[in-house]
């Protein structure tokens, strides 16, 4: 019987509940491995930091965090480990080929700890409300400065829109990694940005062996994970092409999924 050393869990749809809050059993559960069985844990989520470090202070122990997918990830005394950034110009030219490939889609990009909105549009009021900080709004090159991180950049319309988006993107900037964390929301980051990537640079920091590890997940920014991890398991809530990518599924971010897997497999 395999012994699982390493824990990583999307939050939104995973380790959140539809409250966007952890419930006292997913805390409780968590914090158990961690004190009794010594399992670690790690964040990973295409939130930036500052959305993040909530959920890591709510479960109340020292945990590792992936912000934007992996582009960085921060050890559990919250230093940087790991950072894999945009190039400057690239973020500007691909904000150009959105608006001009399809104006109706609108970009964010995740700069630093800040995320960067051309205009308050009703698109970018939805994502306030579940944001921890106000964004920046401004055209990005007069409101962000050369220097400062480029982590990911995403692009918001329909579910066709950002399909026929991608394949686009892809031919004008091969050197990212382009895919859906949303059925509407397409996002990119350079390669290797991501999940999985996350989980091979924890391992190797760690000393641990990748079969070692289970990845929970319910989107499709989650499918790297749940495929390379030693365990991937889908939450209930995800669609088809979620739950195919995993070993196994379990009950529903609703119904505390996370934590009646993690007690089936180590209680």
């Known amino acids: 019987m395999t012994s699982y050393r390493l824990v990583i869990s999307d939050l939104d749809g995973t380790l959140l509940n539809p409250a966007r809050t952890l419930s006292q059993e997913t805390i409780d559960v968590c914090a158990r491995l961690y004190k009794e069985k010594g399992v670690r844990f790690a964040l990973a989520s295409?939130?930036?930091?500052?959305?993040?470090?909530?959920?890591?202070?709510?479960?109340?122990?020292?945990?590792?965090?992936?912000?934007?997918?992996?582009?960085?990830?921060?050890?559990?005394?919250?230093?940087?480990?790991?950072?894999?950034?945009?190039?400057?110009?690239?973020?500007?030219?691909?904000?150009?080929?959105?608006?001009?490939?399809?104006?109706?889609?609108?970009?964010?990009?995740?700069?630093?700890?800040?995320?960067?909105?051309?205009?308050?549009?009703?698109?970018?009021?939805?994502?306030?409300?579940?944001?921890?900080?106000?964004?920046?709004?401004?055209?990005?090159?007069?409101?962000?400065?050369?220097?400062?991180?480029?982590?990911?950049?995403?692009?918001?319309?329909?579910?066709?829109?950002?399909?026929?988006?991608?394949?686009?993107?892809?031919?004008?900037?091969?050197?990212?990694?382009?895919?859906?964390?949303?059925?509407?929301?397409?996002?990119?980051?350079?390669?290797?940005?991501n999940k999985s990537g996350g989980i091979s640079f924890l391992c190797r920091h760690c000393g641990f062996d990748i079969s070692e590890t289970i990845a929970f997940g319910d989107g499709y920014n989650d499918i790297d994970m749940l495929k390379f991890a030693g365990l991937g398991i889908a939450m209930g809530n995800a669609n088809s092409d979620v739950k195919a990518a995993a070993d196994r599924v379990t009950a529903s971010n609703n119904e505390n999924g996370v934590a009646l897997a993690l007690k089936e497999i180590f209680y």
Not at 93 to 122: C, H, L, S
Not at 132 to 145: K, L, R, Y
Not at 162 to 188: A, M, R, V
């Open 46 to 193: 295409g939130r930036g930091l500052r959305g993040i470090q909530p959920v890591a202070d709510a479960l109340g122990f020292p945990v590792f965090t992936l912000p934007c997918n992996g582009a960085e990830i921060y050890d559990e005394n919250g230093n940087m480990i790991c950072r894999k950034t945009m190039d400057y110009d690239d973020a500007v030219q691909m904000k150009k080929a959105v608006r001009e490939f399809n104006p109706r889609i609108e970009t964010i990009v995740y700069a630093g700890q800040d995320w960067v909105v051309d205009e308050m549009t009703d698109i970018v009021k939805g994502e306030c409300s579940v944001m921890p900080t106000a964004p920046v709004v401004g055209a990005f090159e007069a409101v962000i400065s050369r220097n400062t991180p480029i982590l990911k950049l995403i692009g918001v319309g329909t579910p066709e829109n950002t399909t026929e988006l991608s394949e686009h993107l892809k031919t004008l900037f091969p050197q990212y990694d382009f895919y859906k964390s949303q059925n509407y929301i397409l996002e990119s980051t350079v390669k290797g940005a």
